[in-house]
Structure formats: C-alpha cells, structure tokens
T-cell receptor, first 112, second 116 residues
C-alpha cells in the first residue's frame, strides 16, 4: 500500500529565502505525482503535475522534481513571499484514473 | 485549469439530521469523481470513488449506508451524510479529472461540516 511522507511538517522562513519541501513515497510504481497548495479552511489548488516519465516541472517560482527510483519528489520555492504561506501537499497517483494518495503536508509560514 | 465547484462551503447541523454536499464539474464532464475527508492536522483520506451511472466504490472502513453517494450526471456527484453525529464533523472535499485519460486532478473548495 502506497504511503506518502512529507518532511518537514512545518517550516518558518523570512521573506526572500529559497526553500525546499520534501516528499517521499514507498511504492515507486507511480503514474504521476502532483503538488497542491491548501490555504486554511479551503480546498486544494493544483501547483504542478509531474508524469512518471518526467523528472521535473516548473511554474514561475516553483520547481518540482521527481526521482521515481528513490521514491522522492521535491518542491523548490524561489524567493519566498508572505503570500506563499500555506500548507503544501504532495500526492501520488498509482494508476491512471484512480484517486490520489496524499501526504500530511508541510505548513509553510513566510514572514515579512 | 478545470473548475470543480462544491456546495455548501460550510454547514452546521444538528445530530441525527442528514446533510447533502454537491460537487460539480463546471467546464468539463467527469465520469469519475472522488470524495475525500480531512480531519484537523491530518491528510486527505479517500472515502469513495463516485462513478457516473453506477454504484460508488467505498474505501475500507467507510460505511456506504451512512455516506450515500449519487453520481447521476457527468457533471454532478452528491455526498449525503445520513444521521450525522459529532464524530462526522470534518472537512469533505471532492475531486475530478477533466476528461477521459486526463491525469491532473482538480479539487472543489471543500465543505466544512460541523455536527452539534
């Protein structure tokens, strides 16, 4: 059974720092991996989707990498801003069309 | 990206009553939708997979008679929490993919259910 772990659980940084959020999964036979942002009491916003054949995806200040063989993905946030404060969730999809399996998230706080 | 709309965004109900939550795909058709539940400080846990025109598939430990799912059209799935109790208080969120073979999942805004 796939298990997704995210480290750290919480992170506080000053504005402007570059930071890395980590995600690991136990079953490397994934179909894709998706990173989401969740604001308190809100739904999920999709940030980046990495197919199993890809090694990274970029969107603006965000870069996500995927190393299937080691069961790891990282989300890199450049030049962090207070508006980046949220919980970041990593989720894997093990088969096309199936549900996602989520980690517990990393709660990020960026201070100005 | 594709838009998934969930309603209501929050609801407070008395113990013993039933609550219906709607999940709509606004600009695409979704043959499959997923219902998740999230407790405070916890991750999203899949409750059931909703299939248009057929019965939902429930995860182990989720009572199908308590959490009724109806997916009557390609754009609407509903989750009804029957005879709600305080322990059912949680954040419920639905998800859908935009079309056959699509791989990116989009989520509704979530519904905060509080049973008093």
């Amino acid at each position: 059974k796939q298990e997704v772990t995210q480290i750290p659980a919480a992170l506080s940084v000053p504005e402007g720092e570059n930071l890395v959020l980590n995600c690991s999964f136990t079953d490397s036979a994934i179909y894709n991996l998706q990173w989401f942002r969740q604001d308190p009491g809100k739904g999920l916003t999709s940030l980046l989707l990495i197919q199993s054949s890809q090694r990274e995806q970029t969107s603006g200040r965000l870069n996500a990498s995927l190393d299937k063989s080691s069961g790891r993905s990282t989300l890199y946030i450049a030049a962090s801003q207070p508006g980046d404060s949220a919980t970041y969730l990593c989720a894997t999809c093990n088969q096309a069309g199936t549900a996602l399996i989520f980690g517990k998230g990393t709660t990020l706080s960026v201070s100005s | 990206g594709a838009v998934v709309s969930q309603h209501p965004s929050w609801v407070i109900c008395k113990s013993g009553t039933s609550v219906k939550i709607e999940c709509r795909s606004l600009d695409f058709q979704a043959t499959t939708m997923f219902w998740y539940r999230q407790f405070p400080k916890q991750s999203l846990m899949l409750m059931a997979t909703s299939n248009e025109g057929s019965k939902a598939t429930y995860e182990q430990g989720v009572e199908k008679d308590k959490f009724l799912i109806n997916h009557a059209s390609l754009t609407l799935s509903t989750l009804t929490v029957t005879s709600a109790h305080p322990e059912d208080s949680s954040f419920y969120i639905c998800s859908a993919r935009s079309g056959v073979g699509a791989t990116e999942a989009f989520f509704g805004q979530g519904t905060r259910l509080t049973v008093v």
